[in-house]
């Protein structure tokens, strides 16, 4: 009786091993295959991918080269907030109105690959994409796509209104043009004015995210 119930179980036992060898090659394979499931994230992975990914429309969107320039230029041309010449105050003013300018320039430049796959930058126009760093031609398709819109413009003035945020912010600024207010609720909203424009502008920008990849910004391989 156990020799009959061993011989009957041999060939299944072959079977399983036959099915346990082909999805072995399978995998190896077609390794893709086995990527296609996918797991059910939890709200704490979905929580943190929202995260990470306005986190990345934040760093793309918001005026940081402008801030730095703006940073590093202001104290010297205020001469530490003592602006004891109207000159001072010109230079200020001509500092604030070229990085707002560029604020708003740089929310209308956008990246495209070329044939060789390396990265070209341009500006957005309303018809298509000016690439300035090389001779690339665009289809009418492909330039359609990079056209100006009014999302841009929206970008680029939200972006003019955080950076004057940081103006009004900036102690120097305060002290050269005599900004200081005189009670103590001045104080109050001379300081908590700027940090609610800029939280509000992060919150746009958040709200309604780039597709664009301007200058300074990540383009993926595709």
């Avoid at 939890?42 to 703006?70: D, M, Y």
């Avoid at 590093?72 to 010449?85: A, E, R, Y």
């Avoid at 700027?194 to 990540?218: E, N, Q, T």
Wanted: aromatic fraction near 8%; charged fraction near 20%.
């Amino acid at each position: 009786m156990d020799t009959k119930a061993v011989e009957h179980m041999q060939p299944l036992l072959k079977n399983v091993e036959e099915t346990a060898q082909e999805e072995s090659r399978t995998t190896s394979e077609f390794p893709l295959l086995t990527a296609i499931v996918k797991q059910p994230k939890t709200k704490k992975q979905k929580i943190v991918r929202k995260t990470f990914k306005g986190t990345a429309v934040l760093s793309k969107l918001l005026p940081t080269g402008s801030a730095l320039t703006f940073q590093i230029l202001s104290p010297v041309l205020t001469n530490q907030g003592q602006c004891k010449t109207q000159v001072c105050q010109n230079l200020m003013l001509g500092l604030v109105a070229f990085c707002a300018s560029l604020c708003f320039f740089l929310s209308f430049t956008d990246s495209v690959r070329d044939e060789r796959g390396k990265v070209r930058y341009g500006v957005a126009t309303f018809r298509g994409l000016w690439v300035m760093d090389g001779p690339v031609e665009l289809s009418i398709e492909e330039a359609n796509k990079y056209k100006v819109k009014l999302i841009d413009f929206f970008h680029a003035l939200v972006s003019i209104m955080i950076f004057m945020a940081l103006v009004l912010f900036d102690q120097n600024v305060v002290d050269c043009f005599g900004l200081k207010p005189s009670g103590d609720s001045n104080a109050l909203l001379l300081m908590l004015l700027p940090a609610s424009i800029g939280a509000i502008g992060c919150l746009l920008f958040v709200s309604f995210p780039s597709k664009r990849h301007g200058i300074g910004c990540p383009l993926s391989k595709n």
